[in-house]
């Protein structure tokens, strides 16, 4: 039981399509493969990281992924090859979802009429899921990263069925936040799509326990002119080593945006009132 297609960004009508087929391959006491790609085939900057993107995947059930390294030689490939070559011979599916705008090899050639056509040559049967819409919206990646970039966290939310998120492995900083009373960890995302600058409430997932905490995003405009962006959490009633650690950030609410000050103590008296604003909210939820 196959489930076929990108699925950056394990939104709705992804996890539509994978749900099902977690679900068939029980009915037919098979296992359920996803088969994915990376990077991107439309070149597009990810929603995900593939190490947060199988994540997802995998909390939904999936038995198996199978990740195809979307090279050159790749995209080359005819659409009668692919279905002959990997779904028959290497993963010998039997059953294949796809959504109904799925594409498929050399220059695209390939939609769900073909993959039908060739189901009855290869002994497979195909399903096809509509697009869901919301608000007569369809659902997309492409959408949802938009709403990301945007700072429209509680509409993306609603797509993606879970708070938007980041995964990222922390890295050594300046210490500046320690210096001024409030160690950070600082992260170096595995996404390209990060929400706009600014301060957060996050809950942050670490070895699968959940903290609170909050969370900058932004350059330093009190002590340098520099324009870089930095990501760093604060986490509450944490006090553990972890550089070199993998952490995922889920993005609850946006407190504030980002903000230049006249001193740092000026700076790191509002750093206080914004952890104070992000534990009153937490104490309300």
Known sequence: MVALGVFDGVHRGHINILKSAVKKAKAIKGTSVVLTFWPHPQKEQNLYSLEHRLRLIGKLGIGVSIVINFSRKFADMPALDFVKN???????????????????????????????????????????????????????????????????????????TRPVSILGTVVRGTSLATKLGFPTANINPHHEVIPPPGIYAVRVVFNDKKFNGACYIGSKPTITNETSRNIEVYIFNFNKNIYGKNLEIQFIKKIRSQKKFDSLAKLAAQIKKDILTVQKLFSRH
Do not use: C, D, M, W
């Not at 073909?114 to 608000?135: D, E, G, P, Q």
């Open 86 to 160: 990997i779904l028959f011979k290497k993963v010998q599916a039997r059953y294949v979802y796809v959504g109904e705008n799925f594409r498929f090899g050399k220059n695209a050639q390939g939609n769900f009429k073909t993959l039908l056509a060739l189901s009855r040559i290869y002994n497979f049967k195909v399903k096809a899921f509509a697009v869901i819409k919301v608000k007569n919206k369809p659902i997309s990646s492409t959408y949802i990263r938009a709403l990301i970039r945007k700072g429209k966290l509680s509409a993306a939310q609603k797509l993606l």
